[in-house]
């Protein structure tokens, strides 16, 4: 069964940040890679509301648990973009709408016929649910890792806090996806027949289509093309392994290879993260651990 979605309105809601100082981005301004970093993230919990649009024209819309939760994500994911949008301001770079009119202009031919797309795979593939279930878990997992690395990139206090508060409720989203996923896969051969066929010949990082690729190639290639990003990779490897019947589908990592190319094609290389960002620090949680 799908994680209750009682657990969610027990634990989730909007993101607090009334006690964040924000002016400390003011005092200790970030660096340039991670501003690039947190623009993407910006771009993409924003994008919330329109990826619903598209989940609502699944079948699953008439499950009320269903709709519940993505109701309760999209709120959520609204203030994880508000507070990004801060971040970024404080740097007196574009944030909220002015960033997200240019972002919608930008793809708004796709943005209008993806409706109809997934209308058409949920009413066609009939295992389909199966296969965006799963997708969502992968996108939440790596969206965590993305957090998570880049707190530890930035070592800015601030905005560790704000990332971790983020990743306890995006551990909570990937959850619910997951344990979603698995309840279609498991047992279900054609389940995942297809959704494997899906992952390995549709799925791209987060963001793919959304914003321009250079952004989403930069932020997964700087963020996870060495060292401890890596590792942090190999634990989502690891979880989409756990996923009936999808072991071995090195997904993740070879859309990490494609990005870093694509990196070194367009801007020559990738920015070497600094030291700090590879020594784990004591008592981190993961907060994908919640699926």
Request: proline content about 5%.
């Amino acid at each position: 069964m799908p994680i209750s979605i009682e657990k969610f309105q027990e634990q989730g809601g909007r993101l607090k940040t009334d006690d964040l100082d924000f002016e400390a981005f003011r005092r200790e301004p970030l660096h340039p890679h991670v501003l690039r970093c947190l623009g993407y993230m910006h771009d993409i919990e924003y994008q919330t509301v329109l990826y619903m649009r598209e989940l609502l024209l699944l079948p699953q819309w008439q499950d009320p648990q269903f709709t519940a939760f993505l109701t309760l994500w999209n709120y959520e994911e609204y203030w994880h973009g508000q507070a990004l949008g801060r971040v970024l301001q404080m740097h007196d770079r574009p944030a909220h709408d002015p960033r997200l009119v240019a972002m919608r202009r930008f793809n708004k031919r796709t943005l209008s016929w993806s409706p109809l797309q997934f209308w058409a795979l949920g009413q066609g593939v009939r295992k389909f649910p199966a296969v965006h279930m799963t997708w969502g878990a992968i996108n939440e997992w790596t969206a965590n890792a993305a957090y998570n690395r880049l707190s530890r990139v930035a070592d800015h206090p601030v905005l560790t806090e704000l990332l971790t508060r983020m990743m306890r409720q995006e551990g909570r989203h990937a959850g619910y996806y997951a344990s979603y996923a698995r309840e279609l896969l498991e047992g279900d051969k054609r389940a995942q027949k297809v959704t494997k066929w899906f992952l390995q010949h549709e799925w791209a990082p987060v963001g793919s289509g959304d914003v321009p690729r250079i952004e989403t190639s930069f932020a997964t290639a700087y963020l996870f093309g060495s060292g401890e990003g890596m590792e942090l990779i190999d634990r989502v490897e690891d979880r989409i392994d756990m996923l009936p019947g999808l072991a071995g589908l090195d997904l993740v990592r070879s859309a990490i290879r494609d990005s870093v190319a694509h990196v070194v094609t367009e801007e020559g290389s990738v920015p070497v993260v600094p030291a700090h960002a590879e020594v784990r620090r004591s008592g981190e949680i993961d907060h994908n651990d919640q699926d």
